[in-house]
């Protein structure tokens, strides 16, 4: 029973790379998050003291990278050049979600027009937040590509299983009773 139990969480070492590379984007997103509302003019400027809209603003912007991140992930994680260049769209697909959903979280109707260009100029008018970005969202994409390598050599999860699991449950049961 117990077995049964731990062996849905199993992870073999790419799907621990993978949870890596969202934690890592998901614990940078705040921070960028936060700099680009900073930035702005009142009402929505970030007071030093903090608040709970200070707190709205970190959460929402973890919960956008995370939906980015899972909507883009078709482009991210591929090896080579190729890999590369369709993970550098990936990165702007990735971007343009988590900006438009951090703004519909953060000022719901104003903030899903206005967050996908509030980041562009935040990231031109700050070039080190543009680097800590694609350095976070490029680890990701390297951390995503041990999976498809594990995929690609078969050594992941799908090794692990036994003939048998390929069967339906009553052919199991008919076929392979236990005694």
Do not use: C
């Not at 078969?154 to 392979?176: D, M």
């Amino acid at each position: 029973m117990f077995e049964r139990f731990t062996k849905k969480f199993y992870l073999t070492r790419g799907e621990k790379a993978y949870l890596l590379g969202y934690l890592v984007v998901i614990l940078v997103a705040p921070i960028v998050a936060l700099v680009v509302m900073a930035g702005l003019a009142a009402p929505y400027t970030l007071v030093i003291e903090p608040t709970n809209f200070v707190y709205w603003v970190a959460i929402s912007g973890a919960i956008s990278a995370g939906v980015g991140l899972y909507l883009a992930r078709g482009w991210m994680g591929n090896l080579g050049m190729m890999g590369i260049a369709r993970a550098m769209v990936g990165i702007v697909i990735a971007t343009l979600i988590a900006a438009v959903v951090a703004g519909s979280l953060t000022v719901p109707f104003e903030g899903t027009l206005y967050a996908p260009l509030m980041m562009l100029s935040a990231f031109i008018a700050k070039p080190w937040l543009a680097a800590i970005w694609l350095a976070a969202t490029f680890g990701a994409h390297y951390l995503m590509s041990i999976v498809e390598e594990e995929r690609a050599f078969g050594i992941g999860r799908e090794a692990h299983r036994s003939a048998t699991s390929q069967l339906s449950t009553l052919s199991r049961a008919q076929l392979y009773h236990r005694d």
